[in-house]
């Protein structure tokens, strides 16, 4: 025979959790969405409590996982590693990132193609370092392959060293192609590809200082 509801109130401290009183004692807590379709006056079985608080476990590690995300996009490993240090169930774990995956909150290769995107634009680095950093994140190997795959190295080491090349001009030579290779080195370019890099952009910045010099000389006979 099952208990019957006597009372539904909403947690005063959390909004979005509803406490149960069943024959007029509290039993227990659900997330609001779980306890949607509760009454009072309903009776409810041994059974049927089972299911409700197992519910509310599955939509509590799913609200964790959500909020997890709220703050910047994650990896499934990422999301299954916040839920376990939340000391969440497995089984848990797995139906929360099953969940977001299936609403399109949660999508590894996507988080791959997007994190390639932005370093190439702000902070460009060789596809070694790219695959590195996402391996660290927990993509897998054939994601990191499609979303580094193309990705131009020449491109990406000449555009992060004219980013830092205005701060090595006033060195001599020798000086800038230390500190220039050095920085393209720790952006997981090789010297193959760096060398050449390094000496184009030398090149480009004697070539316009020339031409400043030449402008200027003209004023002056003008």
Not at 10 to 18: D, E, F, I, L, Y
Request: net charge negative; charged share 30%; aromatic share 10%.
């Amino acid at each position: 025979m099952g208990r019957r509801i006597t009372s539904l109130t909403v947690q005063k401290r959390n909004p979005n959790r509803v406490n149960v009183y069943l024959e007029g004692e509290f039993a227990f807590g659900l997330a609001r969405v779980v306890a949607a379709w509760l009454y009072v006056g309903q009776e409810l079985s041994e059974e049927r409590i089972a299911q409700l608080q197992e519910e509310d476990s599955s939509e509590v590690a799913y609200q964790k996982a959500l909020n997890f995300l709220s703050y910047r996009s994650r990896t499934e490993a990422e999301v299954r590693t916040n839920l376990a240090k939340a000391d969440v169930e497995p089984e848990l774990i797995e139906k929360a990132v099953e969940r977001l995956k299936r609403s399109g909150l949660l999508n590894d290769q996507q988080f791959a193609e997007t994190w390639v995107e932005n370093r190439s634009e702000f902070r460009p680095r060789s596809r070694r370092a790219l695959t590195h950093e996402l391996k660290y994140k927990g993509i897998p190997e054939e994601m990191i392959n499609a979303a580094v795959e193309g990705l131009d190295e020449e491109q990406m080491a000449y555009l992060a060293a004219r980013k830092k090349a205005n701060k090595y001009f006033l060195l001599d030579w020798p000086g800038f192609k230390q500190k220039m290779c050095a920085f393209l080195a720790r952006r997981g370019f090789s010297y193959e590809i760096s060398a050449p890099i390094v000496n184009r952009i030398w090149q480009e910045h004697t070539e316009e200082q020339e031409i400043d010099t030449n402008s200027l000389r003209e004023e002056v006979d003008l």
